[in-house]
Each structure stands twice: as C-alpha cells, then as structure tokens.
C-alpha cells in the first residue's frame, strides 16, 4: 500500500518536469505564440535566399525579350515567396511577394499574345504579352513592386532589418523595370549601374 501511494505523488512531479522540458511555441521559433513569437523564424540564411532569388532573377529577366521578361519576373516573385512558405516571421514579406506575382499573372493574361509561343526555361514556362501592350505591362509591374515594397519599408520594428533587405531586391527590379521603359542608351547605363550595385550589396 505505501509503494501505491508513492507512486501516485511522484505522478503530478513527473508531469510537472515534463512540462518544463517542452519547448513552447515562442522558443521553437513558431508562429503559435503571436507577434513576438514570430521574429524567431527571422534569419539571415532565409532573407540572403529571398534576396539572392529575386536579384539573380530580376538580372536573368532582363535579359529576356521585351514581350516575356513581366512573366518571367512573375516566376521570380513565386520562388521567392514559396522560400518563406511555413515561416510566420516573414507572413508579411510572402504576402507582399504574392501579391507582385499575383498582379503580375493578371497583367499576362489580360494582354497575352497568342501568335507567339511560349519559352521554356527548365520548368518554367514564359507567356509573351502584346508587343504595343508591353509599356503598359511593365508599368503595371513597377507598380505592384512599388507596392510590395512599400508594405515591407512599413513592417515591424523587429523585422525591418530583414524586411529592408528584402525591399532593397525589389526595388532593384523595379528601376530594371522603369529602365526598359527609356531610350536603349539610357537602358544599358541604368542595367550597367545595377549590376554594379548589386554585386557591392
């Protein structure tokens, strides 16, 4: 009888101890523990990626043909955004991300050219627009990144050392953008001032 009554007080310390080994939300780096809890997913491995895709990518695209690089910078802002996928600290840069991507596949449908095929790239696959609707594509693209980036400048005071990262890459393709809008000389200068930019990051 006494060994049954040991055993059912030692039960409430061994619960007890238990608990305190598990890591709550907050620690395991979760979204579960709320706004604090989330700046635990936030790390300079993840945003360097995030960066480091929509910058490669925003240079691969403009080199694109005029009439499939807004497709090809929709495939840029879908990788990017799939990177953050299941971490809440950067809810808001994927939303941002999408939303570019979004806007950008709107954009496509709205003014595809149906004469002309499509081009492959791996397992992408980029649809041309309208030579006479490609101004008015790549404005509405600038914009969406002006957007995006707009949202991320805005974010918590935890995350914008992350999120200004991050921001500086899209704006980076939106002046790409704005420059295949100019004259061809003034294109390759503003390409050549980028590149340069982007390689002392």
């Known amino acids: 009888m006494n060994i049954i009554k040991r055993i059912a007080a030692s039960v409430p310390l061994i619960a007890l101890f238990a608990l305190t080994q598990s890591p709550n939300p907050a620690q ?30 925003g240079d691969r695209c403009s080199n694109q043909p005029p009439a499939y690089r807004c497709d090809c910078y929709r495939w840029v802002y879908r990788r990017a955004a799939s990177q953050l996928e299941g971490n809440g600290a950067y809810s808001e840069a994927k939303e941002a991300l999408q939303q570019v991507e979004r ?54 005071a935890n995350k914008q050392e992350h999120y200004t990262r991050i921001a500086a890459a899209v704006n980076s393709n939106k002046i ?16 050549t001032l980028i590149t340069g930019f982007l390689r002392h990051a």
């Open 28 to 57: 395991a780096g979760g979204d579960a523990g709320g706004g604090g809890a989330a700046s635990y997913g936030l790390s300079n491995a993840t945003t360097r990626s995030v960066v480091k895709t929509l910058t490669r990518g």
């Open 103 to 156: 806007r950008l596949e709107a954009v496509v449908a709205q003014n595809r050219d149906t004469t002309q095929p499509k081009r492959r790239r791996a397992l992408e696959t980029y649809t041309p627009v309208k030579p006479a609707s490609i101004p008015r594509v790549n404005r509405a693209a600038v914009q969406a990144m002006a957007q995006a980036e707009t949202v991320l400048l805005r974010s918590a």
């Open 176 to 191: 790409l953008l704005r420059s295949a809008l100019l004259p061809g000389g003034m294109i390759r200068l503003a390409k």
